[in-house]
């Protein structure tokens, strides 16, 4: 730890990455130790500030070039036009959430050569478990958002311990996370210490899980499996689309209430009236509805097209619908496309149009629902609309773009969270994968995995009374925040006594 300039960057660059093999789908927790660990080091050794931000930074760097590589799958799906700018980009998308961990660093450094009596072996722990929450919430809310991989994923391959978010969220999940994993460098009774809490939250956890209930609808997930270059080709639209209505009519069809086909399952853009509806209202239940993403339209073609979430009744009809709210930045929407229309084009697929917001859609004889599509289902605390609690979450997405990565693994993992948090059911129907069932404590109770095609029948899983985190966000996270700046001011407070009784 007494590297140096470039050195020190370097090390801290390799022990981010280290750290990211700790997150799904590898659960590599020593490895977590290990860069977290490093990371607290490498800052206790920065001569100032700037040179621990400098530090963070290219842990950042490294830990989220490494946990973001899947993203180059989607620049190498044919015909891959901008094959060549995949490296770059994705790289420079670490180097900017690299400068989170940088924040936290430097903030955290200038508050402890404030107050040095911060700076003992576990007051510091504290101050940096604070400024990491804090860098990590501000990750996931400006620009937009990105709160992908935040520290409290590494616990996914169990859930016991998955429950604390259902009091924190996964922000405050992440900041305990953060203390446990940096325990070793507190010495030896840190350690055991942090050893005993993960036990006692596994068996807390364990506890306050309640054994899987049946007894709800029928939903029935189809997972078509249709590889993204060929999602859009007309040549195989009308395969597609029949693929679709024989698997949503397999045997158990009549008892349905509901048929979920993932996000923009049709291949075509539907609108009020579309020959498509035709032949999709042959999916519908008898006593049931298909509820499927699609790309939707209006007959003005000015108006725009919106990634959207469609529920169809029997006669071909659009009941309701979603239009997703939180598009992804270049990839699903480009700021001021219509004004800018040559730039969109160039970039190639243009615009979706933004929703007016999010809603709960209750349809005649169903369960009330919120609609997630994809990337929307990462943003914690932002998964349900205002007004009565839905019973259950319906998250639609295309995970196609990413092959066999791990980024369809660490999305399901987000997912999960989702419903711990909010303490409600989800059906998650992906094209390949990973479509599955989770209850209202983050269990998967059943899954379609990757480049598998068929369906998936399975009853809703009932919702549990409202959590904490469901009732009241990210103030619960503030609560945990001032129980920790408690702390320091306990050690502030013995250690200005300490030095009165001395002196």
């Known amino acids: 730890m007494n590297l140096k300039g470039w050195r020190a960057s370097g090390a801290a660059f390799v022990a981010g990455a280290v750290a990211a093999l700790a997150m799904p789908p590898l659960y590599w927790l020593p490895l977590g130790v290990i860069g977290v660990c490093a990371f607290v080091w490498l800052w206790s050794a920065a001569p100032t500030p700037r040179a621990a931000l400098v530090r963070g930074w290219a842990w950042g760097t490294g830990h989220f070039a490494v946990g973001s590589y899947w993203i180059l799958e989607a620049f190498y799906v044919p015909p891959a036009d901008f094959a060549a700018l995949g490296p770059p980009l994705v790289l420079g998308l670490a180097l900017l959430l690299g400068f989170f961990p940088g924040l936290a660093a430097w903030a955290s450094r200038r508050i402890v050569d404030r107050w040095p009596a911060l700076a003992g072996r576990y007051g510091r722990l504290v101050v940096l478990a604070i400024a990491w929450t804090a860098a990590e919430w501000l990750r996931g809310h400006v620009f937009t958002g990105y709160p992908w991989n935040p520290l409290g994923h590494v616990w996914a391959f169990a859930t016991p311990l998955l429950q604390g978010a259902a009091l924190f969220g996964v922000y405050g999940l992440g900041m305990l996370t953060f203390l446990v994993l940096a325990a070793p460098v507190a010495g030896w009774w840190a350690s055991a210490a942090a050893l005993a809490v993960v036990v006692l939250a596994g068996l807390a956890g364990h506890l306050a899980v309640a054994p899987v209930a049946e007894g709800g609808p029928w939903i029935r ?96 009809g659009i009941v309701a619908h979603y239009d997703k709210v939180h598009l992804v930045p270049l990839g699903e929407y480009i700021p ?39 990337y929307e289902v990462i943003f914690p605390a932002a998964v349900t609309g205002p007004g009565a609690r839905p019973q259950w979450l319906l998250n639609v997405t295309n995970d196609a773009w990413f092959g066999l990565s791990s980024g369809p693994y660490q999305h399901l993992v987000s997912a999960r969270l989702r419903s711990v948090e909010e303490g409600l059911p989800m059906i998650r129907a992906a094209n390949t994968g990973v479509s599955a069932v989770i209850d209202s404590y983050g269990r998967v109770l059943a899954s379609l995995d990757m480049r598998q095609t068929g369906i998936l029948d399975h009853r809703l899983p009932p919702a549990r009374s409202p959590t904490p985190y469901g009732l009241w966000g990210d103030w619960t996270l503030l609560l945990l925040v001032v129980a920790l700046l408690s702390v320091l001011v306990a050690i502030l407070r013995i250690r200005r006594d300490d030095s009165t009784t001395t002196g």
């Open 336 to 374: 001021f496309h219509k004004q800018l229309a040559p730039v969109s084009g160039f970039i190639g697929r243009g615009s979706f149009e933004v929703g007016e917001g999010r809603v709960t859609l209750a349809p005649p004889g169903l369960a009330s629902f919120s609609p997630i599509i994809c």
């Open 221 to 316: 997930i189809v997972q078509p499996n249709v590889p993204q270059a060929d999602k859009w080709r007309a040549a195989t639209r009308q395969a597609q689309l029949t693929q679709l209505v024989e698997m949503s009519r397999r045997p158990g069809f009549d008892r349905l209430a509901a048929v979920v086909w993932p996000e923009t399952a049709p291949p075509l853009v539907i609108e009020p009236g579309s020959p498509a509806l035709d032949v999709m209202k042959a999916a519908v239940p008898p006593d049931g509805y298909l509820i499927t993403g699609a790309a939707r339209g209006t007959p003005r073609p000015e108006d725009g097209v919106w990634n959207s979430l469609l529920v169809v009744d029997r006669a071909g």
